[in-house]
């Protein structure tokens, strides 16, 4: 049986000697490779999206640094941060390029902020101060653990991937994020909130896999089998998309 390969993207930054860096935890790529799919971490200063998609039989998405706020149209809060010009460039023209040609798509944490983004929506850039949310979502600061779970989120039912792997109702979940989904374009409809209402998790019916979390599965798949589920239907679904 042939081996999917998996597009993930990368975080940017500069090591000690002021050199540009690619780096991916290896969470990602462990549960991509439990799945049964070969991960592949995608340069961001590439520029041919064409022949990444000809290479590439899904994407994953990864978190990162905050968006630039003018590319949905808001000016900069105060507490936006991170951002990296080359990293929002790529990442929009692969996402929209990818949806476009129905690729396999797993967004995660950052990636389902540049799903939205890149499909027409915005985002809420500060949770504490733009929204009514008492609830903590950055659980370093309160000193949890990487891997460890800290909220809940409610899954609505409905016949779609997200349901599908996590079943309905209440899920445990991590969070590391200041910022969320805010206008959620047509193209996606929302599969999951917290109970302070911030969205946890999107899809695109009609596509063969397109889901976008708020928190991150990788974290958590090695050691909650729902939550690899992802990346299993993500693998599943490229896999029929071999050429």
Known sequence: MSQPIIGVTPSAGLNELGVRTYSIAADYTQAIQRAGGLPVVLPLHITDIDAILY????????????????????????????????????????????????????????????????????????????????????????????????????????????????????????SFHHQALGTVPDVLEVVAKGDDG?????????????????WHPERLAAQHEEHQRLFDGLVEAARKSIR
């Open 55 to 174: 290479l590439v039989d899904g994407l994953v998405f990864s978190g990162g640094g905050d968006i630039e706020p003018g590319l949905f149209n808001q000016d900069k809060h105060e507490t936006t941060t991170y951002i990296d010009e080359e990293r929002d460039a790529f990442e929009l023209a692969l996402m929209q390029a990818a949806f476009e040609r129905d690729v396999p798509i797993l967004a995660i944490c950052r990636g389902v902020q540049v799903m939205n983004v890149g499909l027409g929506g915005d985002l809420i850039q500060d949770i504490p101060s733009q929204t009514d949310s008492e609830k903590e979502h950055a659980q370093r600061a309160v000193g949890v653990g990487e891997h460890d779970l800290f909220q809940t989120a409610t899954v609505d039912d409905g016949d779609n991937p997200v349901t599908q792997a996590l079943g309905t109702g209440s899920i445990d979940i991590n």
């Open 198 to 214: 911030i969205i946890e998790a999107v899809y695109a019916p009609g596509r063969s896999y397109a889901i976008g979390t708020q």
